[in-house]
T-cell receptor, first 112, second 117 residues
């Protein structure tokens, strides 16, 4: 089955790097995604990684995937107050019609 | 280009009353999703449409929940009767993925926050 876990809270100081972690259990994941949810808003796709990749960098965002350990992380460099939000990892699988399965979300608080 | 539109944004009802949520996906997106998001949790899929066909409704509590997407464009999700435990945010999302395409970028609406008293 699908079980995606994240730590609930993370606080960092403005300008520092943030690292948000996610573990999943299904080895048939094809793509893994990071979504951002700001208060009162829907989820917005930040970045994604294909399961045969180890790393993907996109401006301030770096995604690392350890498929052996089923561990995904999102690093945000030079974290800004506007990065304060809830971050969800999600996986889609080759089975299940590629539906997305979301983690519980990590609330990132950036301290000025 | 307009994003996914949902209405109402907020709804407060008493238990046992009916309620309906409306979603208009991004133009041209053939796949539409309804999700339930409980407080402090990630979204959970309720139903997925491809065009007007509900292709995955396995997680929809069919005793009280129903949905339709008659013309394959906008969609309505209904709860009748509502229970206290239905208080949550109901999110709609759409995508343009083709059947069998493993990459599935979904675009989300702002959601409807339902409070059942």
């Amino acid at each position: 089955g699908e079980d995606v876990e994240q730590s609930l809270f993370l606080s960092v100081r403005e300008g520092d790097s943030s690292v948000i972690n996610c573990t999943y259990t299904d080895s048939s994941s094809t793509y893994l995604y990071w979504y951002k949810q700001e208060p009162g808003a829907g989820l917005q796709l930040l970045t994604y990684i294909f399961s045969n990749m180890d790393m993907k960098q996109d401006q301030r965002l770096t995604v690392l995937l350890n498929k052996k350990d089923k561990h995904l992380s999102l690093r945000i460099a030079d974290t800004q107050t506007g990065d304060s939000a809830i971050y969800f990892c999600a996986e889609s699988m080759s089975t299940g019609a590629n539906n997305l399965f979301f983690g519980t979300g990590t609330r990132l608080t950036v301290i000025p | 280009e307009a994003g996914v539109v949902q209405s109402p944004r907020y709804k407060i009802i008493e238990k046992k009353q009916p309620v309906a949520f409306w979603c208009n996906p991004i133009s041209g997106h053939n796949t539409l999703y309804w999700y339930l998001q409980n407080l402090g949790q990630g979204p959970e899929l309720l139903i997925r449409y491809e065009n007007e066909e509900a292709v995955d409704d396995s997680q929809l509590p069919k005793d009280r929940f129903s949905a339709e997407r008659l013309k394959g464009v906008d969609s309505t999700l209904k709860i009748q009767p509502a229970e206290l435990g239905d208080s949550a945010v109901y999110l709609c999302a759409s995508s343009s993925r083709s059947s069998g395409d493993p990459y599935n970028e979904q675009f989300f609406g702002p959601g409807t926050r339902l409070t059942v008293l």
